[in-house]
């Protein structure tokens, strides 16, 4: 890699994940300035105990959901759906024990998580139908369940909050093996993840995917498999999210477990680089998102808000991080543009040519090669209209 | 097309049903629907065919026509927002606790007005401008009005303002001695509005040249930045009259109102007939839409023995059908 | 083609247009160089040159998309530096460009006058709208309903409405861009027609084109452009096709006739090797027509035709892009079914898309990760091609191809067309097909590259590669071919051996051409062009 011989400061600056990790710092120094025990972690009966603890188990959820989401939205796709997935998850399981014939026995717990996880997956490959097979766009298609996905809940549950006790059951929420289990279990799969795309040819495979589909399919790809595959993966991911929440106060909530998740879980995708637009994506970044946001979360509930208002300093976050990468904002900052004329592009055969000319300067500074997006798409934008004269 | 006009156009429109132009075939499909449910509901409930039981129709969901008005512009230009439940709270929030404080009602319902109208410009801004998906802009747009609730308060505030109150209480008798509310009237007239605007104006009709094609419509000279900031501006402005019709039918502002709304805003959208790739809809469909949902509402309140959450599966369903519909048109047609 | 009468006297008076000492400066290259053009009233007039040469570019300094680093342009001898496109609209500079830049879902009237339309008491005036369209419409000879659904009509009408939006604002300037890229030639001949109708009104045309035989039948001056200098202004009649050829592209003609040695040593002695691929009776309803076809071993079969002839469709279902509905195929010998591109790259057919950008490169990926693309698909997700190996083929295929940055992370949407274009053909050749489609390989990329690409496709011939090769341009298909296949209204209609010249295929076009049927829409008022 010619990143390989630039400096680490190079490397930082052009880094995707320079802004979320600095600002990932920035909250955690801002915590530990106002309330010196916040860094503070001490082990007390087999447990650790602290405020970075808390971060981390309650973020468990979010950051299971992302990673799924991660994938969905490298295809270019999005899920709107996970936070009900979530949900019914919950709702199935606790109905499911409450109603075997002894709630408090692993097995019932098993069988709960199994029936649970299996109507995920279904669910899962619902979407992915939707959206593969009959080629509905992402967002409408998983709004469908997004809609209708909370009603299935109610009606598992009754309309009731279905309690259980069942210790087996607690364990995936709430309990802990020295760390929290529900976050083991999410980094688990995260580096599961991580270890299956990267050692693997299927990262390439569902960026190929995001990035062009057409030409990913006229190279051999199967396309529609990766996206079904994406949906369900997604889904599980939900499923298990669901069910750590649940887990964790031995409840099914209907109405409001993994309500607004699916927000938290794009945020926290795009915070950590990923582009809305598919194509590439980071996991590492999808990490740091995750934690961006709950600390957050956890800033405003010791700064003794009320937590709901969490969501101004989420928007806020948001349209920071968002305003950072537009690719125009990226731009300006990175080159000059046309004198007069910021908002143009180069033509498609000034902007070859200058890439001939040129190849070195843009890859240097940006390892990740899709930071300075808005050139690619100049180049890009003539020639794909030209299709529609085609077919 | 075998041996002379290949077929490169494309239609977006729908196929061809003879003496309807494919382009409102939805809208009608949406307005047999409605009828059939209508008609069902008569069938099996009594005391169901009557013009009350139409007119509560409007009056249960005038403020979810004003926001689908909104919403209908917004997807017109082939953008969403997903701000506008979160503004409807913002709004009756901000009223309640505006109210309480003792200021008048005028000066609320101005104020009201151009936060959410606010709201919407920037938006429009930031996603014309900075051209970040519409998505994730009314998505942080959404996190910070309903932050902005609690901001206020976090409990329910009640409205005791003798304008509100009376606006709430008020009604109208029709012939035949169906009674509505005020706020259905506003409904009516803001949908009336909305049809001259995208219909009579080059306003409108740049809206739908945006959706037909952006690139087209800024190469054609048309004022693109402004008219799409104009939608969420609109959008903005009908989800805080909608917000304010709403704080009228609960008589409080609260943070937690209307989560979800702007859900049902865009299935109404959807069920009447408006693409969500843009260019192609009418509002008298997203009216449509509206109805099509508080008559499902309606059937499951008479069934009696049927949960709230029906409504939910029901939309829902609908939801999934018009969708595959349109796909399935569109598709037939490229 | 054949001549049509020319204006007997060259077009004279001021300049409508003149631009002087233009230098448009990107970061890193100079794409125009101190260019002088004017354009005289009543006059069409070609700008030409290769892809690259500066034509959009120019355009686009004149229409105020791009500012100028330097020069001026008067327009009826003032100075003017319009905002955009919008602007220089309203001075009566219109542009139609090559895709049909409307809005479909919108009606024929509202196409022409949106923005424009006549109000009353602050509402859009329907009826005065409809008229008015139907009147400018009826001046340039267009009897389509104003009402209707823009969608509703072919590209071609498309396109003639789009000049209707150009003429309403009473343009002085219409800059028309590659507009009939997507016409066949009836529909051309109707441009023409209302073409040389605006400039007997005075209107100054500005005309870009790929097609020579249509610049010579329709503009009366010419502007060469050559890698963003001026080359020469002339009057078409003064400049022989030979002439301006080698004024679009210089010197380098050389490297052309060096692929024509090359193709001719490679000789045509195939008819013995044994077949790769033989399609009977394959086709597609409204797509091609049932075709029969044998590609041997070591042969190049050209597809020559025009645009919508069939030619990208029948090299569609030949790779399983599309999916046929009769016929069937036999590769070496053994009965397949190419119902996906999967099936087909599992058969050993590649195909390289004529839409670089849209179906073949991935423009946020690297080199390195475009290049084995095929090849991992092929593999499947679970076998990842080892490192090593995957840095061997990368190194030897951007040296055998000179790809360049020889940098094997550099992005692909950054490339040169021309070094994107040889990406996609190592992309495809890691995989040893042994039958080879390549669909405009050459299309929009300068000279030097496409020499490259048309030499290794003789080479690969002669190594024993099938090669199907599809080009807009025919001596580039009679050159290389060793059997052309000629395409025309979706159908296959004639089979020629390497002896085929040029003239022989369009012969066949035009030919083939008379027997037409009658076209939808513009046959009525269509005038005959051929005689």
Redesign the interface.
């Known amino acids: 890699m010619s990143a390989a011989t630039a400096t680490f400061a190079q490397r930082m600056r052009g880094s995707r994940l320079l802004w979320p990790v600095v600002a990932l710092v920035a909250l955690l120094l801002a915590n530990a300035a106002r309330n010196p025990g916040f860094l503070s972690v001490r082990l007390q009966d087999g447990h650790l105990y602290g405020s970075l603890v808390d971060i981390l188990k309650n973020g468990a959820p979010t950051l299971l959901i992302a990673l799924g989401m991660t994938l969905v939205i490298a295809t270019r796709g999005i899920d709107l759906s996970v936070g009900a997935v979530a949900a019914i998850a919950g709702a199935v399981a606790c109905t499911t024990i409450v109603g075997s014939s002894d709630p408090t026995s692993p097995a019932a717990a098993v069988t709960g998580i199994g029936v649970a996880l299996a109507l995920c997956l279904v669910l899962g490959l619902w979407n992915g139908f939707l959206v593969s097979l009959l080629g509905i766009q992402p967002i409408i298609a998983t709004l469908v369940l997004m809609t209708a996905g909370r009603g299935i809940a109610m009606l598992v549950t009754d309309g009731q909050i279905i309690t259980v006790r069942n210790d087996f059951f607690r364990e995936i929420g709430a309990g802990f093996l020295l760390f929290p289990i529900s976050i083991l279990i999410a980094l688990a799969a995260l580096v599961a993840v991580a270890l299956v795309t990267r050692r693997t040819a299927l990262g390439l495979l569902i960026e190929s995917v995001g990035i062009n589909p057409e030409a990913s399919r006229l190279a051999g790809l199967r396309s529609r498999t990766i996206i079904w595959t994406v949906y369900v993966f997604a889904a599980v991911c939900a499923g298990v999210a669901g069910l750590m929440i649940s887990s964790n106060v031995s409840a099914a909530d209907a109405n409001n477990a993994g309500l607004w998740i699916e927000m938290d879980a794009i945020l926290a995708v795009v915070i950590g680089g990923s582009s809305l637009a598919g194509g590439r994506y980071s996991l590492s970044g999808t990490l740091v998102g995750a934690l961006i946001i709950q600390t957050l979360t956890t800033t405003v509930y010791s700064m003794g808000i009320a937590p709901e208002v969490t969501l101004v300093f989420k928007a806020l976050v948001v349209i920071a991080v968002c305003l950072l990468q537009a690719p125009k904002m990226r731009a300006r900052f990175a080159r000059r543009r046309p004198a007069g004329h910021p908002a143009t592009q180069p033509s498609a055969d000034a902007d070859s040519l200058a890439a001939q000319q040129d190849p070195a300067d843009h890859d240097a500074a940006e390892p990740d090669g899709v930071a300075d997006r808005p050139v690619a798409d100049a180049v890009d934008a003539p020639d794909t209209k030209q299709k529609v004269t085609q077919s | 097309m075998t041996t002379t006009t290949p077929a490169r156009h494309r239609v977006p429109g729908l196929s061809k049903v003879p003496g309807i132009p494919g382009r409102v075939l939805p809208v009608v499909a949406t307005f047999v629907l409605f009828v059939l449910l209508f008609g069902v509901g008569s069938v099996r409930y009594e005391g169901f065919t009557s013009g009350q039981v139409f007119a509560n129709l409007f009056i249960d969901n005038a403020f979810l026509i004003v926001l689908a008005v909104g919403m209908t512009f917004v997807i017109l230009t082939g953008g969403i927002d997903l701000s506008v439940g979160a503004v409807v709270a913002l709004s009756t929030m901000l009223a309640a606790a505006t109210l309480r404080a003792g200021i008048p009602a005028p000066l609320v319902i101005l104020l009201v007005l151009a936060v959410g109208t606010g709201l919407g410009v920037l938006m429009g801004l930031v996603i014309h401008h900075f051209e970040i998906q519409p998505f994730i802009v009314t998505l942080a747009g959404m996190f910070l009005a309903r932050g902005l609730c609690f901001v206020i308060g976090v409990e329910s505030i009640s409205i005791k303002d003798p304008f509100f109150r009376a606006l709430a209480t008020g009604t109208i008798e029709l012939p035949g001695g169906v009674v509505i509310t005020w706020s259905v009237v506003i409904a009516l007239v803001i949908v009336a509005a909305a049809v001259w605007v995208l219909h009579r104006t080059r306003f409108g009709r740049t809206v739908y040249a945006i959706g037909g094609s952006e690139s087209s419509a800024t190469l054609m000279g048309l004022p693109v930045a402004r008219v799409k900031v104009a939608a969420y501006a609109i959008s903005g402005l009908c989800a805080a009259v909608a917000g304010l019709l709403f704080s009228v039918y609960m008589l409080s502002g609260y943070g937690l109102h209307a989560v979800g709304m702007e859900l049902d805003a865009i299935a109404s959208v959807v069920i009447g007939g408006t693409l969500l790739s843009g260019g192609v809809g009418f509002v008298l469909g997203s009216l449509l839409g509206v109805l099509v949902l508080g008559v499902i509402q309606t059937l499951i309140s008479f069934q009696g023995t049927l949960s709230s959450w029906w409504t939910k599966i029901a939309i829902g369903t609908l939801l999934l059908l018009f969708i595959v519909m349109q796909r399935l048109f569109t598709r037939r047609a490229s | 083609m054949t001549d049509t009468p020319r204006p007997t006297t060259a077009p004279t008076g001021d300049p409508v247009v003149a631009m002087r000492g233009i230098t ?6 100079t ?1 125009l160089a101190d260019v002088d053009f004017r354009l005289l009233p009543g006059e069409v007039h070609a700008l030409m040159g290769e ?4 034509k ?2 120019l355009i ?1 300094v004149l229409t105020g ?3 100028a ?1 330097s020069g001026t342009t008067e327009l009826r001898g003032e100075r003017v530096a319009f905002a955009g ?2 602007a220089a ?2 001075a009566g500079v219109s ?1 139609v ?10 009606s024929v009237a ?1 196409n022409i006058l ?2 424009r ?1 006549p ?1 009353r008491f ?3 005036d ?1 009826p005065g709208t409809r008229a008015r369209a139907a009147e400018l419409l009826g001046r340039m000879g267009l009897t389509i309903d104003p009402a209707s ?1 823009l ?5 071609a009408i ?1 396109q003639l409405v789009a000049i209707a ?1 150009a003429v309403a604002v009473d343009a002085q300037v219409l800059i028309l861009d590659e507009p009939t ?2 016409l066949d030639q009836d529909e051309v001949a109707e441009l023409f027609r209302i073409m040389r109708h605006l400039r007997d009104q005075g209107v100054a045309i500005l005309f870009v084109s790929h097609f020579l035989e249509q610049v010579y039948e329709i503009a009366d001056r010419m502007t060469v452009l050559r890698n963003g200098r001026l080359v020469g202004e002339h009057l078409t009649r003064d400049l022989s096709r030979l002439q301006l050829v080698s004024a679009m592209i210089g010197r380098e003609l050389g490297v052309l006739e060096e692929v024509e040695r090359l193709a001719e040593d490679a000789g045509s002695g195939t008819s013995g090797a044994p077949p790769v691929l033989e399609a009977s009776g394959l086709g597609r ?2 797509s091609i ?1 049932p075709f029969d076809l044998t590609i041997r071993s070591g042969e190049v079969v050209g597809l020559a035709g025009l ?2 002839s069939g030619r ?1 469709e029948l090299a569609r279902l030949l ?1 399983g ?1 599309d999916r046929a509905d009769s016929g069937s195929v036999r590769v070496g010998g053994k009965d397949v079914s190419l119902r ?3 099936a087909a ?1 599992a058969s050993g057919i590649a ?1 390289c ?14 080199i390195r ?1 475009n290049l084995v ?2 090849m ?10 080892p490192r090593r190996t995957k840095d061997e083929l990368v190194a030897r295929w951007i040296e055998t191809l000179d790809i ?2 020889a ?1 094997p ?3 692909v ?5 021309g ?1 994107q274009q040889k990406v996609l053909l190592a ?1 495809w050749l890691v995989t040893n097909p042994r039958l080879l489609i390549l669909d405009e390989p050459t299309r ?1 990329i300068d000279i030097g590259a496409k020499a490259q690409i048309q030499k290794l496709v003789a080479q690969l011939a002669a190594e024993g590669m099938a090669v199907v090769y599809i080009s807009a341009e025919l001596e580039e298909v009679a050159r290389l071919s060793h059997r052309v296949i000629v395409l025309k ?3 296959k209609v004639a089979e020629l051996d390497a002896s085929a010249t040029v003239d022989d295929i369009m012969g066949l076009i035009a030919e083939t051409d008379a027997t ?6 513009t046959a009525a008022r269509t005038e005959q062009v051929a005689s």
């Open positions: 448009m400066e990107f970061p890193g290259v794409a892809n690259g040469a500066g959009s570019t686009k998309v791009y500012t680093t496109p919008a609209q309203e542009t460009y090559q895709e049909v830049n409307l809005c479909p879902n919108l509202e949106l923005g339309e109000r602050g509402a859009i329907l659904t969608a509703e009509h072919p590209i498309q939006r890229s997507s309803r409204g027509a645009l919508g990208t790779f892009a996906t591109p999967r790259i195909f898309s004529e839409d670089r950008k849209g179906e073949g490169i991935l423009a946020d990926l690297s990760d693309l095929a991992q698909a092929a593999r499947g997700w679970a076998r990842p091609i360049r940055p940098d992370d550099a992005i949407g950054r490339l040169s067309g070094n992309r929009g209204d979706r159908a037409a049927a009658p076209r939808v829409g």
